[in-house]
């Protein structure tokens, strides 16, 4: 079963607009937590932002928040004021302390991506 | 350097030949990680290491995938008889402890022709 579900294989946005990265996550587990990673056409990976399954607020890291629907189980990805940099790829993740295996383990799980494209 | 870094950053081998991928973490980081991206597969869990040890090899393909962590630092996945299948891009993390957050390396793009 996926765990963590990105409907979005593409987006555009205009540039200095807002847009908003879906992500949809399943768990039966009450700790976790949720990220958002941005790849560009380089290859790295980077950290964007992290929400816990018990913040009581939405986390916001300068111009990312993320916005954590904890009965729906979304944890969307909202860029503010989008520049040309931000076009790369974009992956939600999720962090359990027990997998399906029942052992110990902090792995990430990722969804597909979404691409996102920034035009000028 | 500050982050983690992963050598070589690109990688072409014949099949049927051995490879070695390293991964050098970020100073102090107790947890590692080995992820695999590929086009049809995405990002795809190979290992877990708490120091030295790997509590969680679930994720690697077959007998022919293995990987070792010493010193608690650097770690070394190693493909024997490469197939054209083990083409991907492999990925190193590294975390503060188990509930940290996962910085990557750059990656090593592996080539199996």
């Known amino acids: 079963a996926q765990k963590i579900t990105q409907t979005q294989p593409g987006m555009f946005v205009q540039e200095k607009e807002a847009v908003t990265l879906d992500c949809t996550y399943d768990?039966?587990?009450?700790?976790?937590?949720l990220f958002w990673y941005k790849q560009p056409s380089s290859g790295e990976m980077i950290f964007l932002i992290y929400q816990g399954s018990y913040d009581q607020q939405n986390a916001t890291e300068g111009r990312y928040s993320l916005n954590f629907q904890k009965a729906r189980k979304s944890a969307n990805l909202v860029i503010s004021a989008s520049q040309l940099g931000d076009s790369a790829m974009y992956f939600c993740?999720?962090?359990?302390?027990?997998?399906?295996?029942?052992?110990?383990?902090?792995?990430?799980?990722f969804g597909k991506g979404t691409l996102l494209t920034v035009n000028p | 350097g500050a982050g983690v870094s992963q050598s070589p950053s690109n990688k072409v081998t014949e099949k049927g030949k051995d490879v070695e991928l390293r991964c050098d973490p970020i100073s102090g980081h107790t947890a590692l990680y080995w992820y695999r991206q590929s086009l049809g597969q995405g990002l795809e869990f190979l290992i877990y290491f708490q120091g030295n040890s790997a509590p969680d090899k679930s994720g690697l393909p077959s007998d022919r995938f293995s990987a070792e962590r010493t010193g608690g630092s650097v770690s070394t996945l190693t493909i024997q008889r490469t197939q054209q299948e083990d083409s991907a891009v492999y990925l190193c993390a590294s975390s503060p402890h188990d509930r940290g957050v996962a910085f990557f390396g750059q990656g090593t793009r592996l080539t199996v022709v």
């Open positions: 768990t039966s587990d009450p700790s976790y937590g």
């Open positions: 993740a999720m962090r359990e302390p027990r997998g399906f295996s029942g052992g110990s383990n902090y792995k990430l799980t």
